[in-house]
């Protein structure tokens, strides 16, 4: 599929690598919808990159019931741009991924809605419906606002499990399409 004039950019705090590994599964839906993307940790952000996005997706672990500080210094940086109204009217969503099946995930996305609705962004959730509870059905942690996945205490390699990446896929793919609306 040739890609389209659109552009999505991922940026995410990983330092396991549980979170990268959906990200890159995030993008996998991106790119299958044809829309341009751009994954970025938030170590090594592109302003540029960022605010010429029709859309961002942010996201970072749960720890503690929060973000990380590596997301929220990200946020803090992006002050200049919240001044400017640089990033109002572009599509945000927001994910997160956690050790516990709760783990308070979603505190950490309605931070992630607020940060992206002070900058005047326009929200994405995950209109999916739940499949089921097991590890391979679609939105098994049932969220709305944003997408949540859970990793064991395991290696990158085996977790999170096949499900998640699946709903990060079509996540993805989603919020490409919504992109592809907005004119």
């Known amino acids: 599929m040739p890609l389209s004039s659109k552009s999505v950019a991922i940026v995410y705090h990983s330092p396991y690598g549980h979170t990268a590994k959906v990200a890159n599964h995030i993008a996998e839906g991106v790119k299958k919808v044809g829309v341009q993307v751009h994954l970025m940790n938030v170590e090594h952000v592109d302003w540029d990159v960022l605010d010429q996005a029709d859309a961002i997706i942010f996201g970072c672990p749960t720890y503690m ?47 992630i809605n607020l940060f992206a609705m002070q900058h005047g962004m326009l929200w994405s959730g995950l209109p999916m419906m739940p499949t089921g509870r097991g590890q391979n059905d679609l939105n098994r942690m049932s ?25 990060a896929m079509w996540f993805g793919e989603y919020t490409a399409l919504m992109v592809n609306r907005i004119k």
Request: no cysteine; net charge positive.
């Open 65 to 111: 019931g929060s973000l990380t500080s590596a997301l929220k210094l990200f946020m803090e940086q992006s002050s200049k741009r919240w001044l400017a109204r640089t990033w109002q009217g572009k599509l945000a969503a927001g994910f997160t991924n956690g050790g516990g099946l709760s783990g308070d995930k979603l505190a950490v996305l309605q931070q």
């Open 143 to 167: 969220s709305f606002l944003g997408l949540m996945t859970q990793s064991d205490n395991a290696p990158v390699e085996v977790t999170p499990p096949k499900g998640d990446l699946e709903t």
